[in-house]
């Protein structure tokens, strides 16, 4: 089992930046690959960026590349998701989620485990 907490997210004016973490516990993390995923109101939930296990290999869709980064600590069992030059349009719930390891995903039924959220929205 692994448990994951999201923080970080909060209000913002658009052109802003965040960093959002998901603190992990349970099971190994190192043996997860992790990915961040967003919902934003009315939406269905969507894939932003996948890290595998080592950090070395990453997934992030082109709707936001460029904007968001994705990175792990696996020392801190810990994985982030850096954003800049917010847009209102970045307003969501973001989510992070464990898949174990192999190829990473951006299928949100591949994921095991996630998080509870963390909000964030972007004023214009």
């Known amino acids: 089992q692994v448990q994951l907490v999201e923080s970080g997210g909060g209000l913002v004016q658009a052109g802003g930046s965040l960093r959002l973490s998901c603190a992990t516990s349970?099971?190994?993390?190192?043996?997860?690959?992790m990915g961040w995923f967003r919902q934003a109101p009315g939406k269905e939930r969507e894939f932003i960026a996948a890290i595998d296990w080592s950090g070395r290999s990453t997934n992030v869709t082109d709707a936001v590349k460029g904007r968001f980064t994705i990175s792990r600590d696996n020392a801190k069992n810990t994985v982030y998701l850096q954003i800049h030059s917010l847009k209102p349009e970045d307003t969501a719930v973001y989510y992070c989620?464990?898949?174990?390891?192999?190829?990473?995903?951006?299928?949100?039924?591949?994921?095991?485990?996630w998080g509870q959220g963390t909000r964030v929205t972007v004023s214009s």
């Open positions: 989620a464990a898949d174990r390891p192999g190829t990473i995903s951006t299928k949100l039924d591949e994921y095991d485990y």
């Open positions: 349970g099971r190994a993390f190192i043996t997860y690959n």
